[in-house]
């Protein structure tokens, strides 16, 4: 068995980013694009931790943890916005929205 | 002892009555509150002995009859002091310029010289001004004196007083002026006056309507003098009198045919024809007897009247150069003479007589003018001042002391029931007949006989003239004083003499009729240089004229003639009007023709309106109406056609070009942004497949190299 | 080392299999689910890593934290309607082929650039240190971090303001 390297980790952390993008892509349920965001946040977390693993760096770890408190800010903001939405169009669906354009 | 410079105050001379002017007309009302209203009365009405006496009205009023001729006899002291410091001057005229009213406006003179249009406010006494101011405010005075009694009972009074001060402002500011344009002012202003003063009874539509008439038919000249003032400015380039003096200068007499000058000369003219109510421009002047009868004797016979004679003789130096005119202003003076007496034989108004007789003599001094003799035309001026003034002044008196009437038919035998004016009358009447020792026998047979030197035809009018005047002032002192009373017994026993404030100006204009012609005395008399004061006081004020050679023996004869045809005239009138009564009846039956045309005054007034008032306006009227019709209407209507036409236009325009070109615009932008408007779908996860593509774009960047 | 990678592997597979789950579950309770896995094996990973604080950090916040709020919005909004609905949206396929494609380019980045993250592999085990972990993070944190820290807690603020705003029916 090969030892785990930094590329494992790397080659884990770009499959869950393109698992989240299509996620982000492809679904209609917006609560599920913000869990896809969510899982984008978390690969991103992975390579930084690789990195601060293999450097000895706690820097990543740092950043790691602005990355999270990124992700919460960010969760909170989507889902208000998604109950603003939702009480005003009566649709959680996001191909059914297209006021983005004007 | 304080010395004045009096040549110097001159300015002031016309100021007092100014100040007179503007405080009756600005406060009168207040000096002088009118009981019921301010609209004057008759004077057969006015005349009514003041109800109320003297109370405080009538306080208030005294200081109107003590400032009114106050300021003129200021005038008359200063003008005195003036001409007395003037006579010890060498060059004999004095000029006081204060500032310029008209500013300098260049200009190209008819020559090609740059010229300034510029008038003075500035003053000019010569030897003709100091004449002409000293007649004014003397002669003005005593009629002012003379309206404190006739015009006690008035309505209007402090207005009337009022109107007379600024008349003899302007009569002050016109004879005074330096310039043409300053001439101008004063020319117009005693014409506004005179309009006002012809209309004092304004609530009598004969007054008004006279006033009107005098008013528009002065306009008529004023076109001329106008006309004439600006071909002077083109030619000369200047409008003073002493500028005008010295661009003569340069010019050779026009002799020999009508040139620009003649015409120049001739505009003048027609103005002064005008003003001073020549042939054809006349009829104005007898109307003007509608005004209160000392109006009629300051203005319309002593002064305004006489600004023409005065202009004429102020531009002698431009007439003497242009001899075409000055025989048009001697045959037009010439035949106004004789035309003018002939209307005043028949007529029945005392005043109207006397308005014809001023005519007749105005247009003596035309005929001196005309023949170059522009002393005598000023000599006469001012002996007629008087004569005429003391004429105008007793017909007032005996209008007041009849109540009103003016009608002498029914008049008569009122001698010795107003003793001194009937005898002021008669040295006026002895005074224009031209009897030997008054001032009316040496200036018209000055006139007369500088005439024959010229023309024969002109002598012949004149000697005629003077016999008509005889005659038809004896006739009106005959129909008045003497002979049998014609008078209504109701007005019989209310008749009596004027109060003294009216009869001591009688007295002292009578006086200087008697002296004023001692003066001008002819020169064949030889009785010393004295006695011919005026003709060397005036000497530097015209051209030379050299005399034609005649026998002394003819001006002997010429002056017996025309002294007997005076008396002829007087002896015919005498025995006509009181001894046989019936036989100017009978005449005027025989020549029924003639004395309907005399007493219809040749029917110029009936031709004048069927030529200009019927003629020109209603004929213009009606070419006026067509023309507003037709020529206005039709461009006020084409305008709106034209306006509907070119908005129609531009409606098209703006619809489908500037819009076409707009929405052609829009439209190209469109089709443009039509394929990039397919990719903003406005959904988030499309924008972010964007986002992926320019990823993969990115990554392949990097792939392939 | 192979209890490593046996971790590692096991990790992966719930970050993956989590992932796969959360993205195509039509009933958003299961996806909420199935990111907790994911979320759980992110967690693993970190400990493997030796970044112990990460991994409670990991626990709490999005296990505890968000997915507590994800559960609570899933409630709230009514998802039965969408859950009978399509799930997928048109252009699904595209996407999929582009991500793909992406994935392939990532890949070839990857296995091209091996020889580059040979550093990492000098030192396979954590350091010794005589800290913990949580004390090197709260050194750096409070020294050399403190000014992105003050902001990061602003921009807590600023999200916990606008959330608020924009759920609140009337403000």
């Known amino acids: ?102 | 002892m304080v010395t004045v410079n009096w040549l110097d105050q001159i300015w002031l001379i016309p100021l007092f009555p100014l100040a007179g002017a503007a405080l009756m007309l600005g406060f009168g009302k207040w000096l002088d509150p009118q009981p019921v209203s301010d609209v004057a009365v008759a004077p057969d009405l006015a005349l009514d002995p003041h109800p109320h006496g003297l109370n405080a009205h009538g306080r208030l009023k005294f200081l109107i009859s003590l400032l009114c001729p106050g300021t003129v006899l200021l005038s008359f002291l200063l003008s005195v002091g003036a001409v007395w410091e003037l006579s010890t001057v060498p060059q004999r005229m004095h000029q006081v310029i204060q500032f310029s009213w008209v500013a300098g406006l260049p200009f190209h003179t008819a020559s090609g010289r740059i010229a300034m249009f510029q008038a003075d406010w500035g003053f000019l006494l010569d030897p003709l001004s100091s004449v002409m101011i000293l007649v004014v405010t003397g002669v003005g005075f005593l009629i002012h004196v003379y309206s404190v009694g006739y015009m006690a009972h008035d309505n209007g009074y402090y207005r009337f007083f009022g109107y007379l001060n600024l008349f003899v402002f302007f009569m002050l500011m016109l004879v005074l002026a330096n310039n043409y344009a300053l001439l101008f002012v004063g020319w117009e202003g005693v014409g506004l006056c005179s309009y006002l003063l012809i209309g004092f009874y304004f609530h009598k539509k004969s007054a008004a309507d006279a006033g009107k008439k005098a008013f528009v038919m002065n306009r008529v000249g004023d076109a001329g003098f106008i006309l004439g003032m600006l071909l002077m400015l083109q030619v000369l380039g200047t409008v003073r009198f002493t500028g005008v003096h010295a661009a003569l200068a340069g010019f050779q007499s026009e002799s020999g045919g009508f040139g620009v000058l003649s015409a120049m000369a001739l505009l003048l003219f027609i103005g002064a024809t005008g003003k001073s109510a020549q042939f054809p421009l006349y009829t104005w002047l007898p109307d003007a007897m509608e005004g209160p009868t000392p109006v009629s004797a300051l203005i319309h016979a002593a002064t305004m009247v006489t600004a023409g004679v005065y202009m004429v003789a102020r531009s002698a130096a431009l007439f003497h150069l242009t001899p075409d005119t000055s025989t048009i202003v001697a045959v037009v003076g010439a035949f106004t003479a004789i035309f003018a007496a002939s209307i005043a034989l028949v007529q029945n108004d005392i005043k109207r007589v006397l308005a014809y007789s001023t005519v007749s003599q105005l247009g003596y001094m035309f005929l001196a003018l005309g023949v170059g003799a522009y002393w005598v035309a000023v000599f006469h001026l001012f002996t007629h001042a008087f004569f005429k003034a003391l004429l105008f002044l007793c017909s007032g008196s005996v209008i007041h002391a009849m109540g009103g009437e003016q009608d002498m038919r029914r008049m008569g035998a009122l001698k010795n029931k107003i003793p001194i004016t009937h005898w002021t009358m008669w040295v006026g009447s002895v005074a224009i007949a031209g009897i030997p020792g008054l001032a009316g026998f040496f200036s018209k047979d000055e006139i007369l006989w500088q005439s024959y030197q010229r023309s024969g035809i002109l002598w012949i009018v004149g000697f005629v003239t003077a016999g008509l005047t005889a005659f038809y002032m004896w006739r009106l002192m005959n129909l008045t004083f003497y002979g049998q009373s014609r008078v209504a017994p109701e007005k019989e026993a209310h008749i009596q003499e004027s109060p003294a404030v009216m009869t001591i100006p009688l007295s002292i204009l009578a006086l200087g009729s008697i002296l004023a012609g001692w003066l001008g005395t002819p020169k064949l008399w030889n009785l010393g240089e004295s006695f011919r004061a005026f003709e060397t006081w005036l000497e530097p004020a015209f051209p030379k004229v050299e005399a034609a050679k005649h026998a002394a023996s003819t001006e002997w004869l010429l002056m017996a003639l025309s002294v007997a045809v005076a008396f002829a005239g007087i002896g015919v009138a005498r025995y006509f009007y009181t001894i046989r009564t019936e036989i100017p009846d009978r005449l005027g039956a025989a020549f029924q023709p003639l004395y309907t045309t005399l007493y219809r005054k040749w029917y110029v007034d009936e031709i004048y309106d069927f030529l200009f008032v019927n003629g020109l306006g209603k004929g213009g009227g009606r070419v006026c109406g067509a023309f507003d019709r037709n020529i206005v209407d039709g461009g006020v209507n084409g305008a709106g056609w034209l306006t509907r036409f070119t908005s129609t236009l531009s409606i098209w325009w703006d619809t489908w070009i500037i819009d076409g070109a707009v929405r052609f615009g829009s439209f190209f932008v469109k089709m443009l942004s039509f394929p990039v408007c397919l990719l903003q779908t406005g959904r988030v996860q499309a924008y972010a497949f964007f986002v992926v593509i320019g990823i993969l774009a990115f990554f392949g960047y990097y792939v392939t190299r | 080392m192979v209890i490593d990678a046996v971790s590692f592997y096991l990790f992966a597979l719930m970050v993956l299999g989590g992932g796969i789950l959360t993205i195509t579950r039509r009933n958003a309770v299961h996806s909420a689910i199935s990111l907790i896995v994911s979320l759980l094996g992110v967690a693993g990973l970190y400990l493997l890593q030796g970044a112990e604080f990460l991994f409670a950090v990991q626990i709490v916040l999005y296990v505890g934290g968000i997915m507590l709020l994800f559960l609570f919005v899933i409630m709230l909004v009514n998802l039965d309607m969408a859950a009978k609905e399509r799930q997928f949206n048109h252009q699904w396929l595209v996407a999929l082929v582009a991500v793909a494609l992406v994935g392939a380019q990532t890949g070839y980045f990857l296995i091209r650039g091996q020889g580059a993250f040979r550093i990492a592999d000098a030192g396979g085990i954590a350091p010794p240190s005589a800290l913990g972990n949580t004390e090197i993070l709260a050194d750096a944190l409070f020294s050399k971090y403190l000014l992105p820290f003050e902001l990061v807690s602003v921009l807590l603020l600023v999200a916990v303001v606008g959330s608020v705003v924009m759920a609140k029916k009337r403000i």
């Open chain 1, 1 to 102: 068995m090969h030892p785990i390297t930094t590329v494992h980790y790397l080659a884990l952390s770009a499959a869950l980013l393109l698992i989240g993008t299509v996620g982000v892509l492809t679904r209609r349920n917006i609560v599920i694009i913000l869990m896809s965001i969510e899982l984008i946040l978390n690969a991103v977390n992975i390579n930084l931790i690789a990195f601060s693993h293999a450097l000895r760096s706690v820097d990543g770890q740092i950043f790691a943890i602005f990355v999270i408190t990124d992700a919460v800010a960010e969760a909170a903001v989507g889902l208000g916005i998604l109950i603003a939405l939702f009480r005003n169009k009566e649709t959680v669906q996001a191909d059914e929205v297209d006021l983005l354009k004007w």
